[in-house]
């Protein structure tokens, strides 16, 4: 199979794009690599079009790997004719494969393999012939013999339908035109399991239910799974057997006194044989495919959350939430440097709530605190009120924010954080956390497993490898985007750097902390393990704000460093004046053609569309180009809202039936898919993001429940999005 023009033609690429990338990925090279820095090579492809040939080649291979081998399988037996062989080659689908080879596969012992122990097989190839003229009760008594069991001509036609039920079952081209019918008209049904059916639980609404295969959406896929798995419910694939029962009668059943024989036989093939595995084949492909768009949402979540803007020169006091073990708070300086820890306790009655406030009070006015985080969790509303009372009563201009704090006691219990904090409680370790996600959302994130980030829908229900791969690209992307301070950045941020692993990472840290600063990117080679392979796929990634050479802060690779000069030179500046003179340079800069540039010094033209773009913005932070988070001074309470009322809120969380929105009360509102803006959309991504701050209007209020429903049409343009 030539995969390169398998992948061009499935992905709308040129084949010669195909072919360089995959080129450059069996050579070593890294997605983020490639996508920066090799984009003449591969016609500017992008990381996701990158991570999809990733995919379908690795698809492609493992096919091609099981047709070689289900190939030796059956010429090993003896049975690999040249039409079979031709029909595997051709297949395009692992489970087109498997059904080829399903008649050759090595059975446990069935009722087939039994009958044909017993010599029945020539009978039952007798019986599909069904010959016009012909009586299958003097055919059986050919087969009667007491040493094999064989005792009248019931048992012995018996033992031929079973050959046949296997035979029919095994039909590779049948099952799959009975698998590709059964999606087209078969229901997925739920029911409530017998003990369970009068106890309420999340799976109610699935007590009852039924939706054709072909329309039920992913995140009921994965809901029904669950409810299966926790033994609420019942689940199964319902198809009308008539119409595949038929469907087997037109190809196996003719006319004569055995077609009533082999019309049991057929019966007997889809009911005991066929339809048992193909309900769950296609249950496979539905969960597969719900997996899929499950890891989709959550890493399409994840890199919005970790591309939040930076909250930069600030002094922030977070919070980390509770009610008996009361609430920990740190205060941390502009830099993320610790500088005091504490706890209050200001949900324990009317004098500690007070006492809460003189030590918050003190905290923030001893070291300046511009903004207090306040984790998301359980407490955070209460504790909210808390802080804005305090900031009524004080009139200071010290605003507040919720942060998600999903995965802070994954990290306050992990091995980094005991490095960082070795003095301090577990519970101490989180509010400091928080404070740092406030201000470097990724620097802090990094530091724990991207699925403990909860920004996603079922994340839980889905196969934990698969998950981690998908969201290990995702923070691999957003912090070689980003790019990373070889000087503050910590080892679980570098081990994301585009060709470097944990070891090396750790390595990076042990050399500054013996050596001091790096001033130089070349001086990466001085790492151990850190080879030259390594240091070209990672130097363009790392910045050096105080180094020796101001192009090292930023993306222009050390390879292209001659050009940058060229170019500088061509203006009649140096790189030194990156620092000195950056608005002159800019300014002569904007005036350059690249494709002329591109021309005189013999170089692609993506590169040195690029080099002009980083020399213009040398330090660039791509985040820092984007609104700022929305700070609150009050809060706000169920009892505040009222249908028609709008406001202003942060999307926390998009999954596949709608978008939820902080607005200040104790839980998120929801704004269905329906709500989210006038024209119709086939997802909510297509509309908001994680961050996006956007208005909203009230539609619904269910104070018994806690639930908020609400509305952005003929709103939709007043979103700010953050990413």
């Not at 190839?125 to 005792?151: F, G, M, S």
């Not at 119409?243 to 007997?268: F, N």
């Not at 511009?370 to 010290?398: L, Q």
């Amino acid at each position: 199979m030539e995969f390169n023009q398998v992948i061009a033609k499935e992905l709308g690429l040129k084949i010669t794009q195909v072919k360089e990338a995959v080129n450059l990925l069996d050579g070593g090279n890294t997605i983020p690599f490639i996508a920066r820095y090799r984009k003449e090579a591969t016609g500017e492809l992008d990381e996701n079009v990158l991570r999809d040939i990733v995919e379908r080649l690795d698809y492609l291979r493992r096919l091609d790997q099981r047709k070689t081998e289900v190939l030796r399988l059956i010429d090993e037996q003896g049975k690999l004719t040249e039409e079979l062989s031709t029909q595997i080659t051709a297949a395009t689908v692992l489970q087109d494969v498997e059904d080829l080879y399903r008649p050759y596969k090595q059975k446990r012992r069935t009722r087939a393999t039994i009958a044909k122990e017993k010599g029945l097989e020539p009978l039952a190839t007798w019986l599909l012939v069904q010959y016009i003229r012909a009586d299958p009760q003097v055919e059986a008594e050919k087969y009667l013999n007491e040493e094999l069991d064989v005792k009248s001509t019931e048992e012995a036609l018996a033992g031929a339908m079973d050959i046949i039920s296997e035979t029919i079952a095994d039909d590779a081209a049948l099952r799959k035109r009975i698998r590709e019918e059964t999606f087209r008209i078969a229901d997925v049904v739920a029911a409530a399991v017998a003990k369970k059916a009068k106890e309420r639980s999340t799976f109610e609404m699935y007590y009852d239910y039924r939706e054709p295969v072909r329309r039920i959406p992913p995140h009921r896929i994965l809901a029904l799974n669950r409810g299966e798995k926790e033994e609420f419910l019942s689940v199964k694939i319902e198809a009308p057997l008539e119409t595949l029962h038929r469907m087997i009668e037109l190809r196996y059943v003719k006319t004569g006194p055995c077609a009533s024989w082999v019309q049991k036989a057929a019966l007997d093939a889809y009911k005991r044989l066929i339809e048992p595995s193909i309900e769950r084949e296609v249950r496979a492909e539905l969960s597969d495919r719900a997996e899929e768009q499950a890891i989709k949402v959550f890493a399409a979540n994840l890199r919005q959350l970790l591309l939040q803007p930076p909250v930069r020169g600030k002094m922030v006091l977070g919070l980390d939430p509770g009610f008996r073990t009361g609430c920990k708070w740190a205060v941390v300086d502009e830099t993320g440097k610790l500088l005091q820890v504490g706890v209050i306790y200001p949900h324990s009655g009317k004098s500690k709530r007070e006492e809460a406030k003189v030590i918050l009070r003190k905290a923030i006015a001893e070291y300046n605190a511009n903004i207090i985080a306040i984790g998301n969790g359980t407490a955070s509303r209460e504790t909210e009120e808390v802080v804005a009372e305090m900031i009524r009563e004080d009139g200071i201009s010290t605003e507040f924010i919720l942060v998600s704090e999903a995965g802070a006691s994954v990290y306050s219990a992990s091995k980094l954080a005991g490095e960082e904090f070795p003095d301090f409680d577990l519970s101490l370790r989180s509010a400091v956390s928080i404070a740092r996600r406030l201000q470097d959302p990724l620097a802090e994130l990094v530091k724990i497993e991207p699925k403990a980030v909860g920004v996603g829908q079922y994340q839980h229900d889905v196969q934990p490898k698969r998950l981690e791969e998908s969201l290990h690209g995702v923070v691999e992307s957003c912090v070689n985007v980003v790019g990373v301070d070889l000087n503050t950045a910590s080892a679980s941020l570098l081990q994301y750097v585009a060709g470097l692993k944990p070891a090396v990472a750790k390595n990076i840290v042990a050399w500054r902390d013996e050596h001091g600063k790096f001033s130089r990117r070349d001086q990466l080679k001085k790492i151990p393990r850190l080879g030259a392979q390594t240091y070209i796929q990672c130097a363009g990634f790392i910045r050096l704000p105080d180094g020796i050479n101001p192009l090292e802060n930023t993306p222009v690779h050390p390879e292209s460093y001659q050009l940058a000069e060229d170019i500088l030179k061509k203006i009649s500046h140096t790189s030194v004046d990156l620092k000195d003179h950056l608005a002159d340079v800019r300014k002569k800069l904007a005036l350059l053609e690249p494709i002329e540039l591109a021309e005189e010094f013999h170089a692609g033209i993506p590169t040195v569309r690029d080099i002009l773009d980083a020399l213009q913005r040398p330090g660039r932070d791509p985040r820092e180009d984007l609104p700022r988070p929305l700070l609150r001074r009050d809060v706000t309470h169920m009892e505040d809202l009222s249908e028609g009322m709008i406001l202003e809120g942060t999307v926390r969380n998009v999954v596949d039936f709608g978008a939820f929105v902080d607005i200040g009360v104790k839980h998120d509102g929801l704004v269905h898919i329906s709500q989210l803006t006038e024209k119709f959309i086939k997802h909510p991504m297509e509309a908001v993001a994680v961050g996006d701050i956007v208005k909203v209007r009230v539609i619904g209020i269910d104070k018994g429940r806690d639930r908020v429903s609400l509305s952005m049409r003929d709103l939709a343009a007043s979103i700010t999005p953050v990413i």
